[in-house]
């Protein structure tokens, strides 16, 4: 409860140059995928997605990258990335919804946010945030690139897939779509990050 008590006070405003940050120290430019069409519709889904949320602080921006990994990840302040072996290991444009459904719910529950305030510790969070806020922006940025490869627990991945659905339906997208796309990864090597 510390944790999320602490993550409530960091402004969405750090979060969301947070995630600007790291997505720019992750991603190469001649990696974005270039295809108008598939990028197109990534953007049209997200935008539905993100349409039907009420009152979100905030802002969801769309890229494609070329990457061979079934995946996609959002980041603090809703950057998100979607990876083109996610697109074609899809069979229907609701499979990708379901996917790109759960990674918004990372951003609007700040599960990511929050993995990190429980990496660099409460503590070392409450007196950054106490004393020198420019330290606390330096600590989140650091922390930011390793959120790349941290996992969700298990809680917040549960978390984000029930209320991913939610969102489908809020969008008036089949949430069959999410289901159909993790059962099928459960069964396969292809798992989501």
Known sequence: WFRDLIVAQIPVEWEKQLGKMVLEGSINQSETYQN?????????????????????????????????????????????????????????????????????????????????????????????????????TALLTQAGTELLSLRFDREQESEADLEGMKLMQNAGISPQGMVTFFQQLSTTEDQLN
């Open 36 to 136: 108008k069409v598939v990028i197109e519709a990534i953007e049209s889904i997200g935008h539905k997605l993100s349409k039907s949320i009420e009152n979100s602080p905030y802002p969801f921006h769309f890229q494609v990258v070329i990457n061979s990994q079934v995946n996609a990840f959002a980041l603090p302040g809703g950057e998100m990335v979607v990876y083109t072996g996610l697109i074609q290991k899809a069979k229907t444009p609701e499979e990708v919804a379901g996917v790109m459904a759960h990674e918004i719910q990372h951003v609007l529950k700040r599960h990511g946010l929050k993995r990190i305030v429980g990496n660099v510790g409460l503590w070392t969070m409450v007196s950054l945030f106490l004393g020198d806020a420019g330290g606390l």
